[in-house]
């Protein structure tokens, strides 16, 4: 008999690129999955790692992470700081909160020079 | 025999069902069919079927597991999971639920090998030429570029013991029938609800 450990199913959200910021132009990064009839549970997400890619001259700012878009919008993380024209990985060796969520999970640049910033975030799916 | 059976739990892999010169029983559908075995080897982890792209919120089309075909006289014993993340519902043979309960059909994801690490419910058998076949459940909101499964298991060549053949032993036969010698019984198909 196997031991019992931790369900683990790791998956890697599309990259969506922000050219404008703030949380009325938040958008969806990772969606819950579902399909009515077909798919078998109810399913949540644990942010995993958030990629950041910020190009040139978007400038140093900051990217939320949470749920909701615009008015909605509720916080998941704290702010994930984004430096002009680099890459920035977070993830459990930068301590980063492992969060859980059953929505969507959505995100927006605090603010943009110019440029943009891809964001890709690595879900645990549990359920 | 009585340390060799399906759905066998144990620390590492898993055992063959069934050694050389022991007798079998395969059950496909509501047919039986009375075999002793005289080749078995193992069968490393392979992949067994790439079910392909499959879009956004959807349900990939039943596909046959054409790889886990088995030649005329043989049954294979196999194990398996997948790698990519959608929930796989196994038909077996092609028109047949597998893990059929009253209200779902219960599918297996990649999550199996955390919750059963001996792949022991997974456990099927194919004889000969009736291996099953799958479907892929994505519910992310993009497409998964591959659906791959992994399979591990045994191949078993058998002569009939049944009929008027080489191997024929009609008394043998009576004798498993009426559980006087030992016989190990494979299902190699999924049985309909209430039949």
């Known amino acids: 008999m196997g ?41 949540s997400v644990k942010i995993h790692r958030v990629n950041l890619y910020n190009t040139a001259p978007a400038g140093n700012t900051q990217v ?44 927006y640049p605090v603010a943009l020079a110019g440029g943009s910033i891809d964001v890709q975030v690595e879900v645990i799916v549990v359920g | 025999m009585p340390d060799l059976y399906i759905f066998k739990a144990q620390i590492g892999l898993f055992d063959p069902l069934a050694l050389q010169g022991q007798n079998v029983c395969v059950h496909y559908v509501q047919n039986e ?25 959807t349900v990939s089309a039943r596909t046959m597991v054409a790889n886990l075909e088995m030649a005329d006289g043989e049954f294979g014993l196999f194990r398996w999971y997948p790698i990519d993340d959608a929930q796989i519902r196994l038909f077996h043979p092609f028109g047949l639920a597998k893990w059929q309960l009253r209200n779902l059909q219960v599918p297996v994801d990649m999550n199996i090998v955390n919750r059963d690490p001996n792949l022991v419910t ?33 191949r078993f060549h058998t002569v009939n013991l049944e009929g008027t053949g080489k191997y024929a032993d009609p008394s043998l036969v009576a004798d498993l029938k009426a559980g006087k010698q030992p016989c190990t019984h494979v299902w190699a198909s999924g049985r309909a609800i209430g039949d």
């Open chain 1, 3 to 43: 031991l019992l450990v931790a369900d683990r199913i790791i998956v890697r959200g599309p990259i969506v690129n922000f050219i404008v910021a703030g949380a009325a132009n938040a958008a969806v990064v990772f969606t819950i999955p579902v399909l009515a009839g077909q798919l078998i549970g109810t399913k």
């Open chain 1, 64 to 107: 939320m992470i949470g749920t909701g878009v615009a008015g909605a919008f509720a916080a998941l993380l704290p702010a994930l700081d984004s430096f002009n024209g680099l890459n920035d990985s977070y993830g459990p060796e930068t301590d980063l909160i492992e969060a859980e969520s059953f929505l969507n999970v959505t995100a």
């Open chain 2, 33 to 57: 069919y009375y075999r002793k075995v005289d080749f078995l080897e193992g069968i490393p982890p392979f992949q067994c079927i790439n079910i392909g792209v499959v879009a956004a919120g």
């Open chain 2, 122 to 154: 997974t456990e099927i058998a194919v004889w000969q030429n009736n291996e099953p076949a799958m479907e892929a459940v994505n519910g992310h909101a993009f497409a998964l570029g591959a659906v791959r499964i992994i399979a591990i298991g045994y």
